[in-house]
């Protein structure tokens, strides 16, 4: 089991920077891949950005590329994104997920979710 505690939403005015932390706790040393995604209200929640603990591989959503840094501490079992220059369709929910390999068994975890609002 891994149990994730997001932080770091908030209100920014557009232009502004943000950075989200997720802490991981309990079986981190199977984590594999770490994710944030976002869900505004009503849509889909899609994904923002992800990036493998191993490698440091990392990816990211044609609508952030140059905005956003997805950034990990391993030591810490911590994923973060730096969001900057926000812009108000950046507005949402932002979930951390995190993705454990066991053989071949897979389990996807979630945090609870952190509310950022781009606004004047």
């Known amino acids: 089991q891994v149990h994730l505690v997001e932080s770091g939403g908030g209100l920014v005015q557009p232009g502004g920077s943000l950075r989200l932390s997720c802490a991981a706790s309990g079986s981190t040393s199977n984590i594999n891949i770490m994710r944030w995604y976002r869900q505004a209200i009503g849509t889909q929640r899609e994904l923002v950005a992800s990036?493998?603990?191993?490698?440091?591989?990392?990816n990211y959503a044609d609508s952030v590329k140059g905005r956003f840094t997805i950034s990990r501490d391993n030591g810490k079992s911590t994923v973060y994104l730096q969001m900057n220059d926000l812009k108000p369709e950046d507005t949402a929910v932002y979930y951390c997920?995190?993705?454990?390999?066991?053989?071949?068994?897979?389990?996807?975890?979630w945090g609870q979710g952190t509310q950022v609002t781009v606004s004047l």
């Open positions: 990036i493998l603990t191993r490698s440091g591989y990392e």
């Open positions: 997920n995190v993705e454990t390999w066991i053989i071949t068994t897979t389990q996807n975890y």
